[in-house]
């Protein structure tokens, strides 16, 4: 080809960049499961990645995992209602309908939760919405029905694949198993949470009053542990709790966190010996490292025929308080009778690969814009 047939043809054109946009509308948990697929898209060329956010402190959070800035990001606009931030964003569906038209710009959502499928019902909203499900527990409430409002659901072990098929919320074509991709944000301990070498137990408690020990029993537990000394406790229930007790002063070997980053960025998990707790999915990310479990029947339940406590096959099951120090004092000498279960278990809830889950993320979303 000569010049002049370069210039009377013009310049070799390319396809435009493929948008696609992440809502940052939840408490900032849900952010750690979307984080690994939007920053490693925004690698690929001619795809342009935007975070779609509600609060200036999850931009300060989003940024800090994301300090090359390879993210867009763009403020919703959303009422100025004092607390906002981290764990207290405003709520999502009145930014999600006073923000239809903007996000409906962008072709393709991804969103960690559920509430957003109502823009389906927004007249004139023509956007993709893929769903990247979070957590890997094992409650029903887990399998909401407007996981059936979404184009693409992404999850992360052949169990919810399993469960949403059986439920009728999606098929085996548009549900895809991607891994958990939370752990590749893990950051090591830049120091200790304790000033001494005795074992730490964490106690996580679930967020639905239901199901959760926090609310009934999270002040007996605490008195309980002031009698154990020769542990240190993590006390973190799961961010979405509201109310339950107070306490002025504890122990030095108890640490109280109703909500920070560390109680999200599995800092506590990582840093644990034992896990205490009741329904948090939580746990999951806890046996990704095989070790002791002790869950709370403090309710007298009949958890053996519930789907929902399938994970308390993991470990000791208590009915008090009072079997607390029992039950860590043995907790891992008879270890090694649950490691097989917790092996089988993890691996139905996380699908484990040799391939990164944020690549694997990325190449099911970048595979469905490619179709549409």
Request: aromatic share 8%; net charge positive.
């Amino acid at each position: 080809m000569t010049a002049q047939d370069v210039r009377q043809t013009g310049p070799a054109s390319h396809p435009p960049a493929k948008k696609i946009a992440f809502l940052a509308i939840s408490q900032a948990h849900q952010f750690l499961h979307w984080l690994p697929a939007a920053l490693r898209l925004a690698e690929e060329p001619r795809v342009e990645v935007t975070v779609l956010v509600s609060t200036r402190a999850s931009v300060e959070f989003i940024r800090s995992y994301d300090p090359e800035r390879r993210l867009r990001l763009k403020r919703l606009w959303a009422p100025s209602i004092e607390p906002q931030g981290l764990f207290r964003p405003p709520a999502r569906w009145l930014v999600l309908l006073l923000n239809a038209r903007t996000i409906g710009r962008y072709p393709t959502i991804v969103t960690t939760e559920v509430t957003s499928s109502l823009l389906c019902r927004v007249p004139g909203f023509r956007s993709r919405m893929i769903h990247l499900k979070h957590g890997a527990g094992d409650r029903s409430g887990s399998y909401n029905p407007k996981h059936a409002d979404f184009d693409l659901t992404l999850v992360n072990g052949p169990k919810d694949k399993r469960r949403l098929i059986e439920r009728g919320l999606v098929t085996n074509e548009n549900c895809v198993v991607v891994g958990y991709g939370k752990f590749e944000l893990v950051r090591e301990a830049t120091k200790r949470l304790f000033p001494n070498d005795r074992p730490t137990a964490l106690y996580n408690s679930h967020f639905d009053r239901k199901v959760g020990s926090w609310l009934r029993h999270g002040r007996a537990m605490v008195e309980r542990m002031k009698g154990i000394p020769d542990w240190n406790f993590i006390v973190a229930p799961h961010v979405k709790v509201r109310g339950g007790p107070r306490f002025r002063e504890t122990p030095p070997n108890i640490l109280i966190d109703r909500r920070s980053v560390r109680s999200i960025d599995m800092t506590y998990t990582q840093a644990a010996d034992v896990y205490i707790g009741d329904a948090s999915s939580q746990v999951y990310e806890f046996i990704r490292t095989p070790r002791p479990c002790i869950f709370l029947n403090l309710d007298r339940i009949d958890w053996r025929s519930d789907p929902a406590y399938a994970h308390w096959n993991l470990g000791q099951v208590i009915d008090s308080v009072d079997d607390l120090p029992a039950a860590l004092a043995r907790a891992r000498q008879i270890q090694p009778r649950y490691e097989k279960a917790q092996r089988q278990f993890s691996a139905r809830s996380i699908d484990d690969s040799e391939d990164p889950a944020s690549e694997r993320q990325a190449r099911a979303i970048l595979d469905f814009v490619r179709d549409a």
